[in-house]
């Protein structure tokens, strides 16, 4: 709430709250890395809540053995797009990764990994008005030095299809 007032929406399960935008109902979304007790991963927590604080709803994506969300964007349509960084299996290197959920919460429209690896992540988002979005964060460097990054950008349709992709900027 804006007086201040606090109150808790989560378990202690959550490891960082990485990112949250206000829309224009006033509600927030808000995207958070957090605990899968059932294997000890960390997974990616979307959820949506009202201006008096309730979840209005709320999505955990568990397809990956790592999913740490960064940022988080409202589509023109209502739907939200959230980015950050994902892991396959414990074998992979983090890959970038997006998705888009419909704006209710109940339909995941699209889950991604993007990039080579072994240590890339998207780290921001803004929506197209074409639908689309375009991100940006780190892509490895081309060369072995595994601390050398390169600013990375990739654009998305609206069906989250890699339309475009500049890496070693």
Same mark, same amino acid.
């Given at each position: 709430?804006?007086?201040?007032?606090?109150?808790?929406?989560?378990?202690?399960?959550?490891?960082?709250?990485?990112?949250?935008i206000r829309l224009a109902d006033g509600?927030?979304?808000?995207?958070?890395?957090?605990?899968?007790?059932?294997?000890?991963?960390?997974?990616?927590?979307?959820?949506?809540v009202s201006p008096e604080g309730e !979840?209005? @709803?709320?999505?955990? =994506?568990?397809?990956?053995?790592?999913?740490?969300?960064? &940022? %988080?964007? #409202?589509?023109?349509? *209502?739907?939200?797009?959230?980015?950050?960084?994902?892991?396959?299996?414990?074998?992979?290197?983090?890959?970038?990764?997006?998705?888009?959920?419909?704006?209710?919460?109940?339909? !995941?429209? @699209?889950?991604?990994? =993007?990039?080579?690896?072994?240590?890339?992540?998207?780290? &921001? %988002?803004? #929506?197209?008005?074409? *639908?689309?979005?375009?991100a940006v964060g780190w892509a490895s460097?081309?060369?072995?030095?595994?601390?050398?990054?390169?600013?990375?950008?990739?654009?998305?349709?609206?069906?989250?299809?890699?339309?475009?992709?500049?890496?070693?900027?």
């Amino acid at each position: 709430k804006a007086s201040g007032d606090r109150k808790s929406i989560a378990s202690t399960r959550f490891e960082s709250g990485n990112a949250v935008i206000r829309l224009a109902d006033g509600a927030l979304v808000m995207a958070a890395a957090r605990r899968n007790m059932g294997n000890n991963t960390l997974v990616a927590w979307v959820a949506r809540v009202s201006p008096e604080g309730e !979840v209005q @709803w709320q999505h955990t =994506f568990i397809e990956r053995s790592l999913t740490v969300p960064y &940022a %988080v964007t #409202a589509m023109a349509n *209502g739907d939200i797009v959230v980015v950050g960084t994902a892991t396959q299996d414990e074998k992979s290197g983090p890959q970038g990764w997006a998705a888009r959920l419909s704006g209710d919460g109940k339909t !995941v429209m @699209w889950n991604r990994v =993007f990039g080579k690896g072994p240590d890339d992540s998207l780290q &921001a %988002v803004a #929506a197209l008005p074409d *639908g689309g979005v375009i991100a940006v964060g780190w892509a490895s460097a081309d060369h072995k030095q595994a601390e050398d990054r390169n600013l990375w950008i990739v654009s998305l349709d609206a069906a989250g299809k890699l339309r475009l992709e500049k890496r070693d900027l």
